[in-house]
């Protein structure tokens, strides 16, 4: 598959977000004791052993809560100084707790984060060690993890990731170099980037703890414009008169399924949206009834209505649907409020340190225009960032494609702290 990149730097002096009091007691301690994890991915296992880390974090809602993380380290001896430190942010897994990359591996056997499980051994083997935190509001309820997942929402994901390294370093101590850097898929790509938004709150937590930029892999950056194309080409398909064709279909779940994180996120956040005024009575019953099913059940679930719906008529159309209520939901008050004051405050932000960011032609997460104009935005901004074009590449192959300019970003972020 050709590669193609693109980069597109400015200059930026650190500033990071508003942050955590350094004062917020207690978030990013380890609780109790981390348990060894089972049913690691072979490819993970060989290289590294893995735990999982029960830690303190501030929750969206103004409570501390305590979230989960999967930590791995190298199998060698770290070298002098310690190891440096990848914290990774996985894709959508789902909303409930149950749906926790570290649930799903240890009671399912089960590795819910795509292609990522290489992509992590990889980076192993150079050396780094690496956390991966199963977000706030996802995680095992026996670890005291309540419901209640920041879909999307800036500082708690940005939060979860922050304070996996601060637990991180604060268990293992002189092993950790204490030079950090974010990095993410899909979801995690925003994750990454919120880390970055959020970093000056680790060095206020842990001052062994030094920043040095971030990997951001196909993340959906701005939700409201990706919604408008998504829903014109769903209209445009329906306006053909001919039967839709699979990848017509799967435009039209992604476009309903994972709607319902967001909002389930927005009103446990406190926005007041109307779920009526999002869903027709089909999703609607979804958002009721099926919150709880995780990402690959939820998407065959609305799969089957949707065939079932088309296939009960033939004036039924992609578009007539009863389900999410097209591009119309955007313009509702309390969810452009949200995308306002989540992504739209990151495009707005200036990050400290660069920001290599991969994306792929043909990821229909997020076209084209989306990500250009964003990257643009945020570059006017006074971002430095990276942009590297993957020609032919979807969503799943993001992180598979970019692997060796991934490994190329780590080896001079890390290096340039030695």
């Known amino acids: 598959m050709p590669l193609a990149v693109l980069l597109i730097c400015g200059f930026v002096a650190p500033s990071g977000g508003p942050g955590v009091p350094s004062d917020a007691a207690g978030n990013g301690d380890v609780v109790g004791t981390p348990t060894r994890l089972r049913n690691v991915p072979r490819d993970i296992s060989t290289v590294a052993n893995g735990e999982l880390i029960v830690y303190r974090m501030p929750g969206m809602q103004g409570k501390q809560v305590k979230a989960t993380a999967m930590l791995f380290l190298p199998k060698k001896a770290p070298p002098a100084g310690g190891w440096p430190l990848f914290v990774w942010g996985h894709g959508t897994t789902g909303w409930a707790p149950h749906c926790a990359p570290s649930v799903q591996l240890q009671e399912h056997g089960t590795w819910a984060d ?33 419901t209640g997942h920041g879909y999307y929402e800036l500082s ?56 040095r930029g971030a990997i951001t892999l196909a993340p959906v950056p701005d939700v409201p414009a990706m919604n408008k194309i998504l829903w014109q080409d769903i209209d445009n398909a329906s306006r053909s008169g001919l039967p839709p064709t699979a990848h017509q279909i799967d435009q039209l779940v992604f476009a309903n399924a994972e709607t319902i994180y967001f909002t389930k996120t927005e009103r446990y956040a406190g926005y007041d949206v109307d779920p009526t005024q999002v869903y027709g009575p089909n999703m609607l019953k979804f958002y009721r009834q099926d919150w709880q099913a995780c990402i690959d059940d939820l998407n065959a679930a609305v799969r089957q209505d949707i065939q079932s719906y088309l296939s009960a008529s033939p004036s039924h159309r992609l578009n007539t649907y009863p389900g999410v209520r097209g591009d119309s939901p955007n313009s509702l008050p309390e969810n452009r409020r949200f995308f306002e004051q989540n992504q739209g405050r990151l495009e707005g932000s200036t990050l400290p340190g660069s920001v290599l960011w991969l994306y792929g032609t043909d990821d229909i997460t997020s076209p084209n225009s989306v990500t250009y104009n964003v990257v643009n935005k945020m570059v006017a901004n006074g971002n430095d960032i990276n942009l590297s074009v993957l020609e032919g590449a979807g969503h799943y192959d993001v992180p598979v494609v970019g692997l060796p300019l991934i490994q190329a970003r780590l080896k001079q972020l890390f290096a340039a702290g030695s």
């Open 114 to 146: 795509g292609p990522n499980a290489a992509l992590l051994a990889a980076v192993l083997k150079m050396g780094i060690a690496v956390v991966a935190p199963d977000y706030e509001g996802l995680g095992p309820v026996s670890a005291g993890v309540t």
């Open 156 to 211: 708690s994901e940005g939060n979860s990731m922050i304070f996996a390294a601060v637990a991180a370093q604060r268990y293992l101590g002189g092993r950790l170099s204490g030079q950090w850097a974010p990095g993410g898929w899909s979801e995690g790509g925003f994750a990454a980037l919120a880390a970055a938004y959020e970093s000056a709150s680790a060095t206020k937590a842990d001052p062994a703890l030094e920043y």
